[in-house]
């Protein structure tokens, strides 16, 4: 996997992030702020932008790009989360031409690491971390498995969008939406669906 596989995968997130905007909005109005697709939105369209500017040159040139310019461009929260998740796997994909389902996986699982520590979450408390560390789990497994990276995104795809939906009957911990204690169940976690989102966009 080189920079075109990532630049696919970051344009791919555009896209879809543009298409379920008003749904992400609908969600986080239930149970936050009412703002989380457009603000993601906004920021993966100043992702497009910098990408143009500054065309990276690596995966992992990519990645910092996008985390860096999310940190900047998105407001509340997700920004620092988001920015975090995508600069964290920059780093750790280094100067890198070629990425190897290891080396994807690896990094994942210590971008989800950036992301808990940042965030003070675990899995449970109705977060985007309902999604990423299913996803993470099972990347790792693939690559053990010896899977194809196809599969392996299938496989993390499913597992993230399972973690989205199983947020629905939680009570949040964290965030605004834990403010609203019992009344927050029976709802998705918006950060999840959208990390979800993020995910599948590697295999469509």
């Given at each position: 996997?080189?920079?075109?596989?990532?630049?696919?995968?970051?344009?791919?997130?555009?896209?879809?992030?543009?298409?379920?905007?008003?749904?992400?909005?609908?969600?986080?109005?239930?149970?936050?702020?009412?703002?989380?697709?457009?603000?993601?939105?906004?920021?993966?369209?100043?992702?497009?932008?910098?990408?143009?500017?500054?065309?990276?040159?690596?995966?992992?040139?990519?990645?910092?790009?996008?985390?860096?310019?999310?940190?900047?461009?998105?407001?509340?929260?997700?920004?620092?989360?988001?920015?975090?998740?995508?600069?964290?796997?920059?780093?750790s994909l280094g100067d890198a031409q070629e990425v190897s389902l290891d080396?994807?996986?690896?990094?994942?699982?210590?971008?989800?690491?950036?992301?808990?520590?940042?965030?003070?979450?675990?899995?449970?408390?109705?977060?985007?971390?309902?999604?990423?560390?299913?996803?993470?789990?099972?990347?790792?497994?693939?690559?053990?498995?010896?899977?194809?990276?196809?599969?392996?995104?299938?496989?993390?795809?499913?597992?993230?969008?399972?973690?989205?939906?199983?947020?629905?009957?939680?009570?949040?911990?964290?965030?605004?939406?834990?403010?609203?204690?019992?009344?927050?169940?029976?709802?998705?976690?918006?950060?999840?669906?959208?990390?979800?989102?993020?995910?599948?966009?590697?295999?469509?």
């Amino acid at each position: 996997m080189d920079v075109t596989f990532f630049t696919a995968w970051i344009q791919e997130i555009i896209r879809v992030l543009a298409i379920n905007r008003d749904r992400l909005t609908r969600l986080d109005a239930a149970i936050g702020d009412a703002d989380h697709g457009t603000n993601l939105d906004r920021g993966f369209t100043s992702v497009r932008q910098a990408m143009s500017d500054t065309p990276p040159d690596t995966p992992g040139q990519l990645l910092t790009l996008v985390g860096n310019t999310l940190i900047r461009r998105v407001g509340g929260a997700s920004g620092p989360l988001y920015g975090s998740l995508f600069r964290q796997l920059g780093k750790s994909l280094g100067d890198a031409q070629e990425v190897s389902l290891d080396d994807l996986a690896a990094a994942f699982a210590t971008a989800l690491e950036s992301v808990t520590r940042l965030g003070k979450a675990a899995e449970g408390d109705k977060t985007m971390v309902d999604a990423l560390a299913p996803a993470a789990r099972a990347l790792c497994s693939a690559a053990r498995d010896g899977l194809k990276p196809g599969e392996a995104l299938d496989r993390a795809a499913a597992a993230a969008a399972e973690g989205a939906e199983a947020t629905i009957p939680l009570q949040a911990r964290k965030g605004r939406a834990s403010y609203l204690g019992p009344r927050s169940v029976g709802h998705e976690d918006p950060g999840a669906a959208s990390s979800a989102l993020i995910v599948s966009a590697m295999h469509p």
